[in-house]
């Protein structure tokens, strides 16, 4: 139903909303600036009155409408109108409806809450705009211009920041300086949520000293923090949904908007990242600018154009880094013995022949120690194969505690190793070895007695090859275990 406020036959509005005080509101705000105001309670009515006479502007107050059905209606009334003046009041959690309600027609639009003065400077810029327009058409056009420059440009500089990065933190770094070339942004930031619902703080950049991680006091499990319905981008991950907040004050949190205003802070504009519609949400990217802007629909297009080329790029570097980690799980896997941890022996034999190869080429010296564990079939037989399976991993796990980072532990069959120890000669690799066999005979093992081992020593000769090489060591291994075993022997030379 439609309420006729004044007979009066000359500027007629009408003024759409659910609650009957919101309508009273404005109605006192901003009758006076009418000389007739009609009041809606529904799209329906809306319509209906549309149809009866011509009005010249028409009010759509968003607030209190929550569902698709109402953004179609919505959409609906704005196209009716054919280019005649709208004027738009939405709530900021719903900015994301001002894009699409753009495409049906061209309107002005403001976020609300706002104050009466505020909303009468609105209604009388949106009932004197098509005047403005047709006397300042020339300059209308060189804006519009100088904004697609300034688009295309801050669409240039983000793509060349995505371009050949796969570390997401130099690639989030680059985004937000490349997003900061953006006239009037003065701070941008990329929010990634992380596994477990971990959102968290990927990078900004700063043209107004703000420091995000200062002002919400952390940077990750940001959706914790009470201001996670109130803060843009955070309200952003949250809804899935773009948001746009002219006054920092608006979300509520007088704390927040101090922080900003301090900063200079006056629009905030925040757009969720997902790699593809109705997929899950990656995170957010906000900019907030030094001045009050609303943005144009060629303008919302092109932040949420770079939004989807951020998300892609996101999703590229997760995806990576996933296959990087499944990289390194599949050589963890095809290169380590399962039990021990140490290396198996197909890929020792490779690295023990790579090491031959650069000990000749640079004339380096190369330690072999090959060692293995007294008597351990009887380990097995007194206290059974799982309590041997202890006893080889505790023997591994403590040979390679002693070893450089540069030498390598290998797992050649049941209790035989070998120690491929780099830049090493054989008096060097006898101390080792010695030191070895004490450590492992003073060693308490869980289950069991202690054991020993039995270690030969050898260093590569000028032209020996592995075969070779591992022929002495056997050879130096067995008289350790003639000798009575927990001992060490070194190979006689080539």
Not at 26 to 52: K, V
Not at 382 to 408: E, F, H, N, W
């Amino acid at each position: 139903m439609a309420t006729d406020i004044d007979s009066q036959a000359q500027r007629v509005g009408l003024f759409l909303n659910l609650a009957s005080e919101r309508r009273g509101e404005f109605q006192s705000a901003c009758g006076e600036l009418f000389n007739r105001l009609l009041l809606a309670e529904s799209f329906d009515s809306a319509m209906a009155t549309l149809g009866r006479q011509p009005v010249d502007l028409l009010v759509i107050d968003l607030d209190g409408f929550e569902d698709h059905g109402d953004l179609s209606a919505a959409a609906s009334l704005v196209r009716t109108r054919m280019g005649n003046p709208v004027l738009i009041l939405c709530p900021y959690s719903k900015t994301s409806w001002l894009p699409e309600l753009m495409t049906a027609g061209p309107l002005t639009y403001r976020v609300s809450p706002i104050l009466s003065s505020e909303m009468q400077q609105a209604v009388s810029h949106a009932l004197t705009e098509p005047l403005d327009a047709a006397a300042n058409a020339q300059q209308q056009l060189l804006d519009k211009e100088k904004e697609l420059r300034d688009l295309l440009a801050v669409q240039r500089n983000v793509q060349r920041a995505l371009t050949g990065m796969d570390e997401l933190p130099l690639m989030a770094s680059q985004v937000c300086v490349a997003l900061c070339t953006f006239p009037g942004v003065r701070h941008a930031a990329l929010f990634h949520m992380k596994e477990r619902g971990n959102l968290a703080l990927e990078a900004q950049e700063s043209r107004n000293h703000l420091d995000i991680a200062h002002l919400l006091g952390r940077t990750d499990q940001l959706l914790q923090l009470p201001v996670h319905e109130a803060f843009p981008p955070l309200l952003s991950v949250g809804t899935g949904e773009l948001v746009l907040m002219d006054a920092p004050e608006k979300a509520g949190d007088p704390m927040l908007a101090m922080g900003l205003h301090d900063h200079g802070v006056r629009t905030i504009l925040s757009l969720p990242l997902r790699s593809e519609a109705g997929g899950p949400v990656l995170g957010a990217v906000s900019l907030m600018f030094d001045r009050l802007i609303h943005p144009s629909r060629e303008q919302f297009s092109c932040f949420g154009s770079l939004a989807q080329f951020i998300s892609f790029g996101l999703a590229m570097s997760e995806l990576k880094h996933q296959n990087d980690a499944l990289a390194g799980q599949l050589t963890q896997i095809t290169t380590t013995d399962a039990l021990t941890g140490a290396v198996n022996r197909r890929h020792g034999e490779a690295q023990l022949d790579n090491e031959i190869r650069r000990a000749r080429r640079y004339g380096i010296p190369l330690g072999v120690i090959a060692f293995d564990i007294d008597n351990f079939r009887s380990v097995n037989d007194i206290y059974g194969y799982p309590c041997g399976d202890k006893a080889l991993r505790t023997v591994a796990m403590t040979v390679q505690d002693r070893l450089r980072t540069s030498d390598t532990l290998v797992r050649m069959r049941g209790e035989e190793f070998l120690i491929i120890a780099t830049h090493t000669a054989a008096i060097d690799a006898l101390k080792l070895a010695e030191k070895l066999r004490e450590t492992i005979a003073n060693t308490e093992l869980p289950g069991c007695d202690n054991v020993t081992i039995s270690l030969g020593v050898a260093q590569a000769g000028p032209e020996e090859g592995a075969a070779t090489l591992l022929e002495r060591l056997d050879a130096a291994l067995h008289r350790a275990k003639r000798a009575g075993r927990n001992c060490v022997e070194l190979a006689m030379a080539q």
